[in-house]
């Protein structure tokens, strides 16, 4: 049996993990089908989890980089706007690296109303003042060597 499927469950986690992939430009750099590479999205999934199969050949520390990403994305989609404190503009320069990332992801991801809570969100995140710290929010786990 293949661990390849197709069509992808289209649950919003996975939704977010493949635009993800799309934002970092997955398809093209690491992913060996060529039927990505075309579409210039990512078509395929493995069967029992759902992950995007551009996931599994990225090292550990990029692929560190590609989960924090997705984990942003949707606590922006979910939380995003719902306080002044939910603005995801961190003082962390790197932090907000990912942060903005994760705004293209999740802005690439959402449709019709929640695109239009989105922008209020991104609105309210816009008059954030620029990163002042270097490095990544000291409460995220490092990535790996
Ligand atoms: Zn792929």
Not at 2 to 20: G, Q
Request: with cysteine; aromatic share 8%.
């Amino acid at each position: 049996m293949s661990d390849f499927a197709r069509p992808y469950l289209d649950k919003p986690s996975l939704l977010l993990m493949r635009r993800t992939a799309e934002v970092l430009d997955l398809p093209h750099t690491v992913c060996r089908r060529r039927s990505c590479r075309r579409a210039n999205r990512c078509r395929w999934s493995f069967r029992e989890t759902g992950m995007p199969c551009c996931r599994a050949n990225l090292t550990p520390s990029r692929r560190w980089g590609f989960d924090a990403i997705v984990d942003l994305a949707a606590r922006m989609r979910d939380n995003g706007g719902r306080s002044e404190a939910m603005t995801y503009a961190s003082r962390h320069a790197d932090e907000r690296l990912l942060e903005n990332l994760a705004v293209l992801v999740g802005w690439q991801a959402l449709a019709g109303w929640q695109r239009r809570l989105y922008r209020r969100f991104l609105k309210l995140r816009a008059k954030a003042p620029p990163p002042d710290l270097p490095g990544f929010d000291p409460t995220r786990p490092p990535p790996p060597a």
